[in-house]
């Protein structure tokens, strides 16, 4: 292989590494429940209800970040939303493990789910 091609096959590869991640792919961080034991089961479902909101947000904008990343890719070679900041994987994260944690101290205080 020349060069030329070489390099043309890795800057396509790390093109592709580095764009965003569906949010389904994002896994949820890790929050302790401790955070939301001392909550009220009333704190604890407007919380949920807020976080569930903030998550949904979030998701939409991977989704943008995704699709923007991939047809920067297709027109440029370049991950446009993530190299411009528009990748939520570290907020989404947060945001997911936040919505599991609740829900798990709401689970551990016999709390009502609506």
Not at 87 to 113: F, W
């Amino acid at each position: 292989m020349t060069f030329k091609a070489v390099a043309t096959v890795s800057v396509a590869f790390l093109s592709l590494t580095a764009c965003a991640k569906g949010p389904d792919a994002i896994k949820p961080a890790s929050i302790p429940l401790a955070a939301y034991t001392g909550q009220s089961c009333s704190n604890l479902s407007k919380e949920l209800v807020l976080e569930k909101d903030r998550l949904e947000d979030l998701e939409d904008a991977q989704r943008s970040a995704q699709a923007g990343d991939a047809f920067g890719v297709f027109l440029i070679g370049i991950p446009i939303s993530s190299a411009t900041g528009g990748d939520k994987e570290g907020d989404l994260s947060v945001s997911k493990g936040k919505v599991q944690s609740i829900e798990l101290a709401m689970k551990s205080k016999n709390c009502r789910t609506s």
